[in-house]
């Protein structure tokens, strides 16, 4: 189902190489010349169904030993980046979905949405069809049941008086979501409205995937991905963005002992954060 991680995941799309690390864990060791203190990097699932969120023992044992929390965007949101994450979400004045989908695939959709949503169809009408799909699969395969790491490490360290910060702003990420074809933003949702179990059972097999800490099979997973803008895709929402992260990265390290937390699918490829950071002189290490 075209751009199902993303979907699903916010952002996250999970895809590798043969550069991606074959070691089953999401958590990672940083340390190299610089750094006075060990670092850590450990691959989130950005919404986890609530019964199947769990937190590795790994990572509870690190969180004690850093002073730094990095997401890759903060989380606790001002009133004005509520305001622009609404406003970012719709179209442009005059623009609604029936404009953009078939007839055919319009009407399917609607029914969808009635029947199995038991919503109207104004709903969706104006939002973004990426972020429409976003709430349906929230909806539908998990009935709004969710957790997120993001939000529970950020509750950990602001409990503990701990500095959190991101790798980029909001705004950015707005931005790029916009880069992703509105072709296929709809052909998406056109996929969920005739085969919506198969969506789920998608969804399902990546938190498996996730679960067991697979890195392979999650690259695996989004090998599947499908769309003649799928590469361009993949390179604007993956690589060059860890591509820009690693000097951040450095810079961050080299000043404290942190936890760097970012979807799993940056972790692997030849352009994942581990390569990236090894190629920059530094070495990483699984944890187990």
């Known amino acids: 189902m075209k751009y199902l991680a993303l979907i699903v995941l916010c952002c996250i799309a999970l895809t590798g190489s ?31 169904p609530r019964d199947s969120f769990y937190i590795p023992a790994s990572l509870e044992r690190i969180i004690p030993q850093t002073e730094q929390l990095v997401l890759e965007i903060p989380v606790d949101l001002k009133p004005a980046d509520m305001m622009a994450v609404l406003s970012g979400m719709m179209m442009p004045k005059g623009q609604e979905l029936q404009t953009l989908m078939p007839d055919s695939s319009y009407r399917a959709f609607v029914q969808f949405v009635t029947d199995s949503l038991d919503q109207h169809i104004k709903t969706y009408s104006r939002l973004k069809p990426i972020y429409s799909s976003q709430q349906i699969s929230l909806k539908y395969c998990m009935d709004g049941q969710t957790e997120s790491y993001e939000m529970y490490l950020n509750k950990r360290y602001k409990k503990d008086k701990k500095e959190v910060s991101g790798l980029e702003t909001l705004q950015e990420q707005l931005r790029m979501l916009d880069e992703i074809p509105m072709e ?90 581990v390569n990236l950071l090894r190629q920059a002189g530094y070495e990483v290490k699984p944890v187990f």
């Open 184 to 273: 296929d933003q709809v052909a998406g949702l056109a996929e969920i409205a005739y085969a919506p179990h198969e969506m789920c059972d998608q969804f399902a097999e990546l938190v498996s995937a996730y679960r067991n800490q697979d890195l392979t099979r999650l690259a695996t997973l989004m090998e599947e991905e499908d769309g003649e803008n799928w590469e361009q895709t993949k390179t604007t929402l993956l690589d060059d963005r860890n591509q820009k992260w690693i000097s951040l990265i450095s810079e961050l390290i080299r000043k404290n002992t942190v936890l760097i937390a970012v979807g799993a699918g940056h972790l692997g490829g030849e352009y994942g954060v």
């Open 18 to 48: 043969a550069q991606t690390p074959t070691e089953n864990t999401l958590l990672w060791e940083i340390s190299g010349p610089g750094v006075r203190k060990s670092s850590f990097l450990f691959g989130t699932i950005h919404v986890m």
